[in-house]
């Protein structure tokens, strides 16, 4: 009984082997593919235009965080929107203050509408 | 008919390797026949289209470039490879004095192949095909065939490492590289055509690769096994030689494993050159194989005609010749020749997938099976008349087919000849070839006759016996009582 | 004595040989092609297919179109002729030159010739014949150039202007070179027949616009349909043996579409190291220009139908 298990086992063992065998090729197949896959046909287009995101992205990522002129003869800044609530918050710590020179500022920060045409577009 | 039949050889008592492999065998063949009508009648529907282009055009799915893979490979996965695959076992075991292992595996095995077959034909025909000939089967399918090989290959090892006799006989080095070919070649172009696919024309490289290591290596290998066993089996004598089938057996192999890239191949030059030299040095096994008949047979060639299978064997040899040295002259041809794009070409692979292959594994299902069920063919008289059939129907399918590819290419390379003229030239010898193929078609309704009654005796006999042994258990119980 | 395990190191060996040539050589030097560079215009080849052509391409590999047609044109050689592009300042002696090199022309034939370069003085001659007349031409100040002029049946049918390369299938999956001719080779169908709605019309009813053509029809690739309101401005212009009932139009689906568009990207003329062919410079190429080969054959057809 003992002898047929052995040869039954022994049998199961040369079963696989032979599987091995047969898929020897295929994995020869496989290391051809991983050790020699030339790099993407358009590769260098990846490479180019992930750069061009990336620096894209950089710019934008400046832009919202930190503060910057965009017009310095006009008086014209970029805020990022957090630090701008803070510099309010910190305005209005003395409510007289920051009374004080509402109109100006408001008018400054308020761009002027351009004139009206003088006559009317013939479409209207 | 001589004493050394199949169907006298057949007595009531089969042997153990018979036995064992009945039913396995039964499953393979029984779907290996079943898929022969199929392709045949698939491929019959695409040559129609030649008489009339309009016919069936309407459905996608039976158009000219679906009909005419679906039918090939069913063919070759569902007819060739699957009764390749159950003689080979059959071979092992009964060459080895053993019986066969595993098998009811093997019978699970040949159910799950020619499920894979069918899914792979319905998905041709719905567009599935991959586009690399040959390899047309779409990926679910190939799943199947390959786990259903790995069942059928594993078994056909065991048997082969069982063997009572330990000598070897040449067959047996035929199959046993041919059980190792297979998964080597169909895992290397299905992952690199279809899994994982190389760059552009490489693709088509490995492809062309497959295509020669199947058609004239692993087909040259089973089915000239088949024949270097029955030839000597059936006449009653040595084959001659054992030296010269080894030498068939490396020349094969050293060098038909290079063949096959045809020489307008867009790739670079050494390619096609090397495959142009190979498959000229192939031709050394061609050479081989003729003498191994010639000289088996004592150059009397009237001998085959004692035995069907003897006939078919006979016929496939010298198929095998005849293709090889249409292949030699098709790389030898001039530089502005394209007999490789023209219908010779056709003629010469069908030459070799039919008129050997397919006739070297009739005369080996005509003789295996009789054993297998202990009784002869019910119809015996049909086996001749399938061979007259099927020798007429190649004869007539590739004689036209390779001299109309010859006028075709003598056409083509006049320019000043339209092409459609060109195409039309070509018409009739077309037309000429479906006749070989109508009768091709007869002679496999002749095989599956023989083989469902062959299946349905074999069956009532087990129930006959079964009720007889029952009926007399029962009035020996009514004695007794 | 047991052959087994020498069976198998036979056929590994075999195998392993023939795997080494046939599959990772040509994984190594096919596989690893990247684009290139036309000569001499250096414009990038091949470039990818537009989407709708890569759909096409499916259309064409899941009807099985490379059965009946192949890709690949076959060149038997190559020959030269010789190009006059500058006349020089030495008249008499540039045409006495020009007469030395090819008698058949006479004196009024070369004067009104070399007024119109470039002009091809020889054609189809080896390459020494080119090299040594282009000396004679040149040494009277003049400027003679060979050009590179592929030759083969294939060519001169006008099935493409130089041998198909691997280069041509770069971006291709799957490669379908076809391996059969029962119809004409497309390796530069797009090139011939430049116009969608031709092959939408030839793929409807092949023998409409190729008379005794023995392709097969598609008819599952459109729709044929009762006209609305409006007749749709997709409908096929059909004409002569392919018209259909009154009040019925033909519509292509969208793969009949996609397969047109693909039929119509397949251009394999771009001139290449290993696949050379001289082309005129600041010209837009085709194969027509490029050489001076007449065009005959092909499955060439009215063109005059457009469509709408």
């Known amino acids: ?124 | ?481 | 004595m047991n052959y087994g395990p020498l069976v198998f190191l036979a056929a590994f060996a075999a195998l392993a040989a023939s795997w080494f040539g046939f599959v990772l050589t040509p994984h190594l030097q096919i596989g690893h092609l990247q684009q290139t560079n036309t000569v001499p215009s250096g414009v990038s080849y091949p470039v990818a297919r537009s989407g709708l052509a890569q759909q096409g391409l499916q259309v064409y590999r899941a009807n099985g179109c490379a059965y009946c047609h192949s890709q690949q044109v076959a060149q038997t050689g190559t020959l030269f002729d010789l190009v006059l592009t500058n006349p020089g300042t030495n008249q008499a002696s540039t045409v006495a030159a020009i007469q030395s090199i090819n008698p058949r022309l006479s004196q009024p034939e070369v004067l009104e010739i070399i007024g119109k370069v470039p002009v091809h003085l020889l054609t189809m001659v080896s390459k020494s014949t080119a090299e040594a007349a282009a000396k004679t031409v040149n040494a009277t100040g003049a400027n003679a150039v060979p050009w590179i002029v592929p030759i083969g049946p294939d060519i001169q049918r006008g099935w493409g202007s130089r041998r198909t390369v691997a280069e041509d299938f770069l971006f291709d999956y799957p490669v379908l070179p076809g391996s059969q001719r029962i119809g004409p080779d497309l390796s530069n169908v797009g090139v011939r027949q430049p116009d969608p709605g031709w092959h939408l019309r030839h793929l409807y009813a092949p023998a409409s616009v190729v008379p005794g053509s023995t392709m097969p029809p598609y008819p599952f690739l459109f729709e044929k349909k009762k006209v609305g309101r409006v007749p749709s401005p997709s409908a096929l212009p059909l004409s002569g043996i392919a018209t259909v009932e009154d009040g019925y139009e033909v519509i292509p689906k969208p793969e009949a579409l996609a397969l047109a568009e693909y039929l119509v990207s397949l251009q394999a003329y771009a001139p290449l190291f290993n696949a050379p062919l001289s082309v005129a410079l600041g010209k837009p190429t085709s194969p027509t220009e490029t050489n001076s080969i007449s065009i005959s054959g092909g499955d060439k057809a009215p063109s005059d139908i457009s469509m709408p």
Not at chain 1, 76 to 96: G, K, N, Y
Not at chain 2, 102 to 114: D, K, Q, R, S, T
Not at chain 2, 135 to 154: C, D, H, K, Q, T
Not at chain 2, 182 to 204: D, E, N
């Open chain 1, 1 to 124: 009984m003992s002898e047929e298990i052995s040869r039954r086992k022994s049998t199961a063992a040369y079963a696989v082997a032979i599987v091995g065998t047969f898929l020897i090729v295929a994995a020869l197949v496989g290391a051809m593919r991983r050790y020699t896959q030339p790099p993407p046909l358009d590769e260098k287009r990846i490479t180019e235009r992930s750069k061009a995101l990336a620096e894209l992205r950089a710019a934008e990522t400046q832009a919202l965080t930190t503060p910057g002129w965009v017009d310095k003869s006009k008086g014209i800044v970029r805020l990022p929107v957090d630090l701008a609530m803070e510099m309010v918050h910190r305005q209005w710590q003395s409510p007289a203050m920051a009374r004080s020179n509402l109109l100006t500022r408001l008018e400054k920060a308020t761009a002027v509408p351009p004139k009206a045409p003088e006559q009317p577009s013939e479409f209207e």
């Open chain 2, 1 to 481: 008919m001589s004493s050394k039949s199949a169907f006298q050889t057949a007595t009531g008592d089969s042997l153990p390797a018979d036995i064992s492999c009945r039913w396995p065998l039964f499953v393979l063949l029984s779907g290996a026949v079943f898929w022969l009508l199929a392709g045949s009648i698939l491929t019959l529907i695409g040559t129609i289209k030649f008489h009339a282009p309009d016919f069936l055009a309407e459905p996608a799915w039976l158009t000219y470039g679906r009909v005419r893979p679906a039918g090939l490979n069913a063919m070759i996965y569902g007819f060739c490879l699957p009764s390749a695959l159950g003689l080979t076992l059959w071979l092992l075991a009964r060459l080895g004095r053993t019986t066969l292992a595993g098998a009811i595996p093997v019978v699970f095995g040949g159910l799950l192949w020619h499920l894979g077959v069918g899914a792979g034909v319905v998905g041709v025909l719905s567009g599935d095909a991959t586009g690399f000939e040959h390899l047309e089967f779409p990926s679910y399918a190939v799943a199947m065939i390959a786990a259903s090989y790995l069942v059928l290959g594993v078994a056909g090892v065991l048997t082969f490492r069982q063997r009572a006799e330990r000598g070897l006989f040449v067959t047996q080095w035929f199959l046993l590289a041919a059980i190792f070919w297979f998964p080597w070649i169909y895992s290397t172009a299905t992952i690199l055509t279809s899994v994982y696919p190389v760059r552009g024309m490489a693709q088509a490289v490995v492809g062309w690769w497959f295509s020669a290591n199947l058609i004239l290596v692993w087909f040259g290998l089973v089915g000239l096994g088949i024949v270097f066993y029955l030839l000597p089996r059936l006449l009653d004598r040595e084959l001659e030689s054992h030296y010269l089938a080894m030498f068939v057996f490396w020349m094969l192999i050293l060098f038909g494993t290079w063949t096959g890239i045809p020489k307008t191949a867009p790739v670079p030059a050494w390619i096609p050159m090397m495959s142009k030299v190979t498959t000229v040095l192939a031709g050394l096994a061609l050479l081989g194989a003729a003498l191994i008949l010639h000289r088996t047979l004592g150059a009397d060639y009237r001998l085959l005609s004692t035995d069907p299978s003897l006939m078919f064997a006979g016929f496939a040899v010298a198929s095998f010749v005849i293709a090889g040295f249409m292949g030699i002259a098709e790389v030898l041809s001039g530089a502005s020749s394209m007999l490789h794009l023209s219908w010779y070409a056709t003629a010469r692979s069908w030459l070799q997938l039919y008129g050997f292959f397919a006739m070297a594994l009739f005369a080996g299902i005509y003789y295996v099976w009789p054993q297998l069920t202990g009784r002869p063919f019910p119809l015996p008289r049909l086996v001749r008349l399938h061979f007259w059939l099927a020798a007429s129907g190649v004869m007539l399918a590739v004689i036209p087919l390779a001299v109309g590819g010859i006028v075709q290419d003598g056409n083509h390379a006049n320019p000043e000849m339209a092409f459609v003229d060109v195409a039309k030239g070509t018409l009739t010898f077309l037309r000429i070839s479906s006749i070989g193929d109508v009768l091709t078609l007869a002679g496999h309704f002749l095989l599956a006759l023989n083989v469902l009654l062959a299946i349905g005796a074999f069956c009532w006999d087990r129930v006959r016996i079964a009720l007889r042994t029952a009926t007399i258990e029962l009035q020996e119980q009514g004695v007794n009582s």
